[in-house]
């Protein structure tokens, strides 16, 4: 059997910030499916504004290292980046050969690192005698301009065409496939061109971004390189996907807030869902403001403090009960919608549980008509309407996840509402509307809104950010329906304070 991933080298220097050197290679590693490895040749004090120190282990310790993994591990895949030194350059070259020699033959992507983006040089001028000499030894070379010209020992081309001729000469002097960096050109786009050893150009045009987030961009690109190669047919597969991924994390670097220099790209900015905050805790604050203002309306503190007269709470209870059915169609359609057997057996439960409720609702207003002749009422107000409209234009139209971000305020808002109110209220069994208060405040209640905000954060997991940023919209809207909801009940004076008569049946069950 083959390994399940790609085993990975760095043999390069280091940056404690984590966005250049060996710290990015293993980002970049691992961003493309690689098993990540990793060889000091220098540790160097730097960050994004630039460079403070550096040091150059023994080049006996960069051998008892570079053996030390050779000696146990089947290296599939090579990235050199930073040199600094000719000893150490020697070293690496000896190696190479050494497992050239006993007949392994991985992939070697050499970086000829020499500047970090902050100007700083990271070689000595000696040893870029000793890069060139492992030029010839690496099956891909990645330089930029001025690594390019030292190459060739000539000055820094001017122009893409002046640049295409120098990697030219370079590949077809070294037999060594060259892959041009055109990110030090200028100009609305970055080209890059793989040159071959027989003078074959692929070039790879990507678009410039916009962003100071390039430090450490020519690692990551050649780690990433470096990963995929042995995954795919050829160079310009390899080097295609790599600068689409890197070009969309030069783009999303920014919102890293790493640094005030160069910032690093974001090397994960393809799997949105890595690290993210989930769902429930980015819209916590949006619920949280719901209940706090919804407890604040005069229907909501008549309803805490008992104070609220009977055909007030009959009121609503009637708009609740219209709403419901509209409510429940929409869980049926996340059942409908949903991704897997448990969350479509969640939302289909609920969905019958909304029509039992509205069922027995239904059958005590009829029993109360029945009893003393009351008016039943007329049907559903404008703002039950509204919020059920928007419900169900969500459930028209939207994915999986909208629905269920449009139905969780109704669990969650009422949760956590219904907690506040219970804890307010007191003793329920002398409170004219104990029931209620009781079934939204109770624990298993609490517990149905946990699962539905588990199956938003799972329906939020895999989104992008647009996605999640759709999610959000649709339960801010749901949000302030909630809030109108309780507030187009209002108190009116009166001396109806209900009996315990006529409450006997007005209560809201589960
Ligand atoms: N602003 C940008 N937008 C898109 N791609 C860019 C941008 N800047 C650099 N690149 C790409 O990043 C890769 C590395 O670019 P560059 O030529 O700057 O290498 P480098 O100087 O070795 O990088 P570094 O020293 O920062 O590690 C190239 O593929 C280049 O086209
Ligand atoms: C260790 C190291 N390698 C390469 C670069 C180039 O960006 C850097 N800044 N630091």
């Given amino acids: 059997m083959s390994p399940s991933r790609v085993r990975a080298l760095s043999i390069a220097g280091t940056d404690p910030t984590g966005g250049a050197g060996i710290q990015a290679d293993l980002k970049s590693f691992a961003a493309h499916g690689a098993y990540g490895m990793a060889v000091v040749t220098a540790l160097v004090a730097q960050n994004t504004r630039g460079v403070r120190a550096v040091h150059v282990p023994e080049p006996e310790f960069l051998r008892a290292q ?7 591990v089947t290296v599939d895949s090579v990235k050199i980046g930073m040199l600094a030194t000719p000893q150490v350059a020697h070293e690496v070259t000896a190696w190479l050969d050494r497992q050239r020699a006993a007949g392994r033959s991985p992939v070697v992507v050499l970086d000829p690192v020499m500047v970090a983006t902050s100007g700083d040089r990271l070689l000595d001028r000696e040893a870029e005698i000793a890069v060139r000499e492992l030029v010839g030894r690496a099956d891909l070379v990645t330089p930029n301009l001025p690594e390019l010209a030292v190459l060739v020992d000539e000055p820094r081309a001017q122009t893409w065409a002046q640049a295409l001729d120098q990697a030219t000469r370079l590949a077809r002097g070294s037999g060594t496939t060259v892959l041009l960096k055109g990110g030090h050109l200028g100009g609305p786009t970055s080209p890059d ?39 795919r047919d050829g160079w310009p597969e390899a080097v295609r996907e790599a600068k689409q991924w890197l070009t969309g994390a030069i783009a999303a670097g920014a919102r890293l807030e790493v640094g005030a220099g160069h910032g690093p790209v974001d090397h994960l900015h393809h799997a949105p869902g890595l690290g993210a905050r989930p769902f429930t805790a980015q819209v916590a604050g ?26 007030r709470f009959e009121e609503y209870v009637r708009q609740d009960a219209l709403y419901l059915t509209g409510y429940a169609r929409v869980l049926a359609r996340a059942s409908e919608l949903a991704p897997d057997g448990e969350s479509q057996a969640f939302f289909a439960r609920g969905a019958a549980a909304c029509l039992d409720v ?23 107000s404008p703002v039950t309407t509204a919020y059920v409209d928007h419900l169900l234009a969500v459930a ?61 954060d799972a329906a939020g997991r895999s989104l992008d950010a647009a996605g999640r940023a759709r999610m959000c919209e649709v339960l801010a809207v749901s949000c302030e329906h909630e809030v109108a909801f309780f507030d187009q009940v209002r108190p009116a004076p009166g001396p109806a304070r ?7 049946n007005a209560g809201v069950p589960a």
């Fill in 396 to 456: 028209a139209t939207g994915s999986y996840a909208d629905v269920v971000a449009a139905v969780l305020p109704c669990y969650w808002v009422y949760a956590d509402l219904g907690a506040r109110l219970r804890a307010r209220a007191g003793d329920l069994t002398a409170h004219p509307y104990g029931d209620w208060v009781g079934t939204y405040g109770d624990e298993e209640f609490a517990a149905l809104t946990a699962q539905a905000r588990a199956h938003a």
């Fill in 286 to 311: 949006l619920v949280a403001d719901a209940v706090e203002r919804s407890q604040d309306l005069p229907f909501v503190r008549a309803l805490a403090d008992g104070s609220l007269p009977v055909d």
């Fill in 358 to 380: 509205e069922r027995r609702l239904h059958e005590q207003r009829l029993a109360r008509s029945a009893r003393d002749g009351s008016r039943q009422g007329a049907g559903a």
């Fill in 66 to 72: 570079l053996e030390a993994v050779s000696d146990d």
């Fill in 498 to 504: 209900a009996t315990s008569d006529e409450l006997v």
């Fill in 193 to 231: 061109a793989l040159v071959g050893p027989d003078g074959a150009v692929v070039e790879v045009a990507a678009q410039r971004v916009a962003s100071t987030s390039t430090h450490g961009t020519g690692c990551s690109l050649s780690a990433a390189v470096a990963a995929l190669r042995p995954a």
